[in-house]
């Protein structure tokens, strides 16, 4: 009898050296584990949504580099949140220090 497949069991293929506890750590925060699923209006079931998200988050993994905790895609460009968030999230999230920068010039003129 072949047991049919558990979240935990569909992770290990694409990360057979992981621990529990690393598995567990990208089910929750690295997929849309429990119940976030983008399945495109039903066009897609979602063991292949959480495939496609195991799958994405394996190659940044293999390449080394670091997954934005925000939108998914590279985190790069963040000064505060490095290896966290991407630069453009993080201008998202903290707007007032994007005002900050634009009003230094500002001040400088007006002497
Ligand atoms: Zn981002």
Redesign the pocket.
């Known amino acids: 009898m072949i047991a049919a497949p558990t979240w935990l069991s569909v992770a290990r293929e694409y990360f057979p050296d992981a621990d529990d506890a690393m598995l567990d750590y990208i089910i929750w925060n690295r997929t849309g584990f429990p119940s976030f699923w983008d399945t495109d209006g039903g066009r897609l079931t979602v063991e292949q949504v959480y495939r496609s998200q195991l799958a994405r988050y394996q190659d940044f993994h293999q390449r080394g580099v670091a997954m ?6 590279e ?1 790069k460009g963040s000064k505060r949140f490095k290896g966290q ?2 630069g ?3 201008r998202q999230s903290f707007p007032s220090r994007r005002i900050e920068k634009k009003r230094a010039p500002q001040g400088r003129a007006a002497r």
């Open positions: 934005c905790d925000c939108c998914g895609g985190a968030l991407c453009r999230c993080e």
